[in-house]
């Protein structure tokens, strides 16, 4: 019944945009802190970003160096991450979840999330 569906994935040269979504149903959207994960094969699944209920409070992984924003629209049930000046080293499968009460503590915890997206897929050539 809970659906997580990422969209906005694609290949890019280094230096480009992307703007990913995440479109929410099943569940009241507005009640849940949300992430952005990324997984490349090989590697642990890695934290990119996180916003709390609140939309102007985010965290981000140092690995992101100020490149993307996370940001939510509650009255579309999305979640975005719009990622500037993408390098080969952003290349993975990105994930949103939704969290539960944990999630307010540690933003970056893999296991405080429930509900999970299948993925969109982020490739930036050389």
């Known amino acids: 019944q809970e659906q997580l569906v990422e969209s906005g994935g694609g290949t890019v040269q280094t230096g480009g945009s992307l703007r990913l979504s995440c479109v929410v149903s099943?569940?009241?959207?507005?009640?849940?802190?949300m992430v952005w994960f990324r997984q490349t094969p090989g590697k642990e699944r890695e934290f990119v970003a996180a916003?709390?209920?609140?939309?102007?409070?985010?965290s981000y992984a140092d690995s992101t160096e100020g490149r993307f924003n996370v940001s939510r629209d509650n009255a579309k049930n999305t979640l975005y991450l719009q990622i500037h000046s993408l390098k080969p080293e952003d290349t993975g499968l990105y994930y949103c979840?939704?969290?539960?009460?944990?999630?307010?503590?540690?933003?970056?915890?893999?296991?405080?999330?429930?509900?999970w997206g299948q993925g969109t897929r982020v490739t930036v050539s050389s």
């Open positions: 099943g569940i009241t959207f507005s009640n849940y802190p």
């Open positions: 916003i709390s209920l609140r939309p102007g409070s985010t």
């Open positions: 979840a939704a969290g539960i009460g944990l999630a307010i503590i540690n933003p970056a915890l893999q296991s405080a999330y429930k509900y």
